[in-house]
């Protein structure tokens, strides 16, 4: 029975390949390799789901920063030279430069933000290069790209403007960006900067804009020091659980966010859920989602909390369908994560199957081949696609569940 559910699997993805431009072509050398296991544990149990690539993967990339699939159904790459706005077909249409761009997303008014640097000039004699967030629109579109607003470190921090530049915040980055659903700009922020005794806010910090750019706090309570189940340290990417596809209803609406920190040594967790805490006698805080500590081993075999489980995660996304699903990629081990919103690694198994827990399909390796990866930075989630930015290889590579070919 196993050996037949293979086989219909691979004659739908070949039927797939030859009729939708989407799916590549089977005259691909990599496609017999499409079933190879490819696991990141040899001893999980035997799967009898998993991911296969979707082929030819799209190449020619320097320098890969970050991918994200925006509201308006379009697919942005960031790179060396800034970001690249594609179909869902791979075709580019154009390309936006920037100056060292780090990372991408979109709201819901469709509007593009990019975390990227400028030269700034203070009193015409000295130029530094200061972390910045540009605000652009009708990215899509066949006509000129609008740039509606430019958010510069450290004048888009109240606590900051009255300092001015000075040379620790040349050093300063922001290294993640993700959107509300009510157009609230998180912006995470990392920098040498942390003292907790100033009045200035710690250069480790989230930090909120309104949909009109007004900075309008930052997530008090985390950790800009020390890496626990609430911290900000060396943290390299921001998720909120508002994602495409554009929906009237449906869209969530929480506050929460995900962040991924790639300390040296790893942190004992480097993927946290923060949740907002609102108390009528404090006010606004953050602070850590306890509830993943508790695991139901009746359901998975691996979590999202489990100890030391990522080395240096480099993004994290979270699909924007029923599922919810969480994707992390990790550089160091070269390998993409999924999880479910309870934490716990994998999908649920298929009525057929004699399993109760659920199917790990995790997977990864170095290397270059269709299950393998060199240094991915950058996860994506979008009709039931997963897109990875592979560093390393210079590809954005894409998968689908086998359960999801139709």
């Not at 922020?189 to 005794?197: D, E, F, V």
């Not at 909120?240 to 449906?250: C, D, H, N, T």
């Amino acid at each position: 029975m196993q050996g037949k559910r293979w086989f219909i699997a691979i004659a739908a993805l070949v039927v797939l390949a030859g009729c939708d431009k989407m799916w590549g072509t089977i005259d691909d050398p990599t496609v017999d390799e499409i079933f190879e296991e490819g696991r990141i544990d040899p001893t999980a149990v035997p799967q009898t789901i998993g991911y296969v690539p979707i082929l030819p993967f799209w190449e020619g990339f320097e320098d890969l920063q970050d991918i994200f699939i925006g509201y308006d159904e379009m697919v942005y790459v960031v790179d060396k030279k800034g970001v690249h706005v594609l179909d869902l077909t791979g075709k580019e249409h154009r390309l936006i430069p920037f100056t060292d761009a780090t990372d991408v997303t979109q709201d819901r008014r469709l509007h593009l933000y990019v975390a990227a640097r400028i030269a700034y000039s203070v009193n015409d004699s000295e130029t530094y290069s200061l972390p910045a967030i540009f605000r652009l629109s009708h990215t899509a579109g066949a006509g000129s790209v609008v740039w509606e607003d430019t958010l510069i470190h450290p004048f888009a921090d109240p606590s900051r403007r009255l300092i001015g530049v000075r040379a620790s915040d040349t050093a300063a980055r922001f290294t993640g960006l993700a959107c509300r659903a009510d157009n609230v700009l998180y912006a995470l922020r990392q920098g040498p900067i942390n003292n907790l005794a100033s009045t200035a806010w710690p250069d480790n910090a989230v930090l909120f804009f309104s949909a009109e750019g007004e900075n309008t706090g930052y997530a008090f309570g985390l950790n800009p020091i020390f890496p626990d189940l609430k911290s900000v340290v060396n943290a390299t990417a921001i998720a909120g659980f508002a994602a495409p596809p554009q929906r009237i209803y449906g869209i969530p609406e929480t506050h929460d966010f995900l962040i991924t920190q790639a300390t040296q040594p790893p942190a004992e967790f480097a993927t946290l859920w923060i949740r907002e805490v609102v108390d009528p006698n404090v006010g606004v805080s953050y602070e850590e989602n306890a509830s993943l500590l508790q695991k139901d081993y009746s359901k998975g075999r691996r979590f999202l909390y489990d100890p030391f489980r990522f080395s240096a995660p480099a993004d994290v996304c979270v699909a924007g369908d029923k599922t919810g699903y969480i994707f992390v990629v990790d550089r160091d081990r070269d390998s993409v994560y999924q999880f479910t919103q309870k934490g716990i690694e994998g999908v649920p198994p298929l009525p057929a199957m004699n399993e109760t827990r659920h199917i790990i399909v995790s997977f990864g390796g170095h290397g270059a081949g269709p299950f393998q990866f060199d240094q991915p930075v950058g996860v994506a989630y979008y009709d039931k696609t997963l897109y990875v930015a592979d560093r390393g290889n210079r590809r954005i590579a894409r998968f689908r569940l086998n359960t999801d070919i139709e």
